[in-house]
């Protein structure tokens, strides 16, 4: 059964750091481009970070360069996000999500409000709160 599973979520002060893990199940994580999605309260899903399959190239929404980090282990057919210098505004569920037909375009993913045309797998998600 083809599935990604997010952890790692939680609460955590303004400026703090929190890993994100996306387990997959059913498909090998090096062979798919794998991205992260959030949804904060009352807002659209954005695209927030995405590495493509064959070289492992990422990619990352404005919103949250040279804070965040996604990379997969393949050993543990993983994917993570590294969410450093949180703040409040990162409030949201997040989720992981690939498409195992289309390769998702990467490029267009963290730029893209509507990124649920991209994939095809989602997880149930993760609930990131930054809060004093």
Same mark, same amino acid.
């Not at 360069?65 to 409040?88: E, H, W």
């Given at each position: 059964?083809?599935?990604?599973?997010?952890?790692?979520?939680?609460?955590?002060?303004?400026?703090?750091?929190?890993?994100?893990?996306?387990?997959?199940?059913?498909?090998?994580?090096?062979?798919?481009?794998?991205?992260?999605?959030?949804?904060?309260?009352?807002?659209?899903?954005?695209?927030?970070?995405?590495?493509?399959?064959?070289?492992?190239?990422?990619?990352?929404?404005?919103?949250?360069?040279?804070?965040?980090?996604?990379?997969?282990?393949? @050993?543990?057919?993983?994917?993570?996000?590294?969410?450093?210098?949180?703040?409040?505004?990162?409030?949201?569920?997040?989720?992981? @999500?690939?498409?195992?037909?289309?390769?998702?375009?990467?490029?267009?993913?963290?730029?893209?409000?509507?990124?649920?045309?991209?994939?095809?797998?989602?997880?149930?998600?993760?609930?990131?709160?930054?809060?004093?």
């Amino acid at each position: 059964q083809v599935q990604v599973v997010e952890s790692g979520g939680g609460l955590v002060q303004p400026g703090g750091s929190l890993r994100l893990s996306c387990a997959a199940s059913g498909f090998t994580v090096d062979y798919y481009a794998i991205g992260w999605v959030r949804q904060a309260p009352g807002k659209e899903r954005e695209g927030v970070s995405c590495i493509s399959s064959r070289y492992g190239s990422t990619y990352y929404a404005d919103s949250v360069k040279g804070r965040f980090t996604i990379s997969r282990d393949n @050993a543990k057919n993983t994917v993570y996000l590294q969410m450093n210098s949180l703040k409040p505004e990162d409030t949201a569920v997040y989720y992981c @999500a690939t498409d195992l037909l289309n390769e998702p375009p990467c490029a267009r993913v963290v730029v893209s409000n509507e990124p649920y045309r991209y994939f095809e797998v989602w997880g149930q998600g993760t609930l990131v709160t930054v809060s004093s």
